[in-house]
């Protein structure tokens, strides 16, 4: 967090765990005096009443922040001007965050910020990623395996905040002694009673509608991740499957194709075949094309659609793909 309060933050990039920790940092200290913390999307708000809540301030404090998601959404000519008019002279009693995972909005926006406020949250290098795991285990008091990290870097999506919730998790149900291997992992990734992207791809995978919408609307409930970070995480496991999927096509046997992908648990392993057995190479990559525009779909509309979407999305790539696509 920088020293001096800056009215105006623009917070971009793909890596949400830091990012959301930054949020967290700058949410607490104007809770702490007594402000204000409100959260907008930008393809469902009115940027003419965001700018006349940041001129009006706080009601119950002395300070309001307000944080607009989805920030690459901002693309009307009216809509620009206007921000590009609060930013020339904001207000002294708000401050403003514009958020996107992406790592560029508008270009008037982005120089009207300016370096000093603007925030790239890149993901992590591959080479970083094995030594962020370790370290973070060791500040825990805890150790483990190898081959434990770069299986949990197989299944867990790329960023912090999911990689620490993981490891919180897995260092809940070992003891403090033991070493954390493979096994410990996968166990908690599939038989914990927490549903999570994972246990969707095993459903899609298995082309289960019902478990699939089942487990969609325990992930939305929980609220454990957005819908576009989900779609992710499936476009992530989807990418893997289609890597498996062309290997068998080249004649390699499942065992030899998950060594070639580096794919070592037992479920994990099971999972990508059951799920080859079910898809072939064609379907794999018209559900790559269909999670390209459902992600399209998702940040353009209002949250309130989010589940018919991704509803759509389950149905159209289990029940639409495949012979019954081809027919």
Known sequence: MPKHRTPVYLLLGPEIGEKHRFLRELSEKVVEKGGEVERFFAFDADINDIIQRLRTGSLFGDHRLVILQAAEQIKAAGDIENLLGYLKNPAADATLVLESDE?????????????DGTRIFWEMFDNQKPGWIMSYMRRQGRSIEPDAVEYMLEIVANN???????????????????????????????????????TLFDAVGTRNLESSLEILHAILLSDSAQPVQLLGGMLWQVRRLLAFR?????????????NSLGIKG????????????RYLTTDLEY??????ATDEQLRSSRPAWHQLLLERFLFDVIVNTGEARRA
């Open 287 to 292: 559900v790559i094309q269909r999670i390209a």
């Open 266 to 277: 037992k479920r994990a392993q099971k999972s990508m075949q059951h799920a080859a057995e």
């Open 246 to 258: 062309r290997l068998l096509d080249q004649r390699y046997g499942h065992t030899e194709a998950c």
């Open 103 to 115: 790592v560029k909005i508008s270009r008037k926006l982005q120089q009207a910020v300016g370096q």
């Open 160 to 198: 912090t905040e999911e990689l620490q919730r993981v490891c919180d998790a897995v260092c809940l149900v070992t003891d403090e002694a033991h070493t954390i291997t493979t096994d410990d992992v996968e166990t908690h990734m599939y038989h914990s009673r927490e549903e999570s992207v994972f």
